[in-house]
């Protein structure tokens, strides 16, 4: 199945169980597909989202510095795998013409992509799969936090607190 480009539309704390997700959108508002990450990894995209410089590189700036020291950029990232209610991703990195997939936690390859300004994918499969798992449709298909999801505004971003 093709993959979808999406974007991280924000980063909130789930009001139902108090943990972070971060929201991905596709590029006609249409789909939402929310991934529940840890605290750690929510600071971390939350501090490339709001541009908090910090007096030392953290480990997704210090990828960043080595990808660029080693003349590599990321192509794009893919969140491409559901199994079991975990979300798997891949990072392309291209070097020297040569392509490698680099298995990730898509929260590291979300705040990668956000530092690195690269297209954040996801496979087709892993959206409709989201939709059935029943993990996940505990926390995100009650009827409350999908509708809430769903209508989410550019005003209701920014509103993680780190």
């Known amino acids: ?3 979808v480009e999406m974007r991280i539309c924000g980063l909130m704390m789930d009001p139902i169980t108090n943990m972070p997700i971060v ?3 596709d590029r006609s508002n249409k789909t939402v597909l929310p991934i529940w990450i ?5 600071n971390a995209i939350a501090l490339e989202i709001e541009k908090v410089a910090t007096p030392r590189p953290m480990t997704h700036d210090l990828l960043r510095n080595l990808l660029h020291g080693c003349d590599a950029w990321i192509q794009r990232v ?6 079991d209610d975990t979300f798997f991703a891949v990072i392309w990195v291209e070097r020297e013409g040569q392509l490698m997939s680099i298995d990730s ?3 590291d390859a979300l705040a990668l992509a956000l530092r690195l300004d690269c297209p954040i994918y996801v ?4 959206i409709a799969s989201s939709k059935l798992s029943p993990t996940l449709n505990d ?3 009650s009827e409350e936090l999908r509708k809430w999801l769903e209508n989410l505004g550019e005003e209701d971003l920014g509103r993680y607190k780190m």
């Open 139 to 141: 926390k995100a298909n």
């Open 1 to 3: 199945m093709p993959d």
């Open 123 to 126: 496979n087709e499969q892993v």
């Open 78 to 83: 893919v969140v491409n795998e559901l199994k």
């Open 23 to 25: 929201i991905l959108k």
């Open 38 to 42: 840890g605290v750690y990894e929510a």
């Open 105 to 107: 936690r898509p929260s």
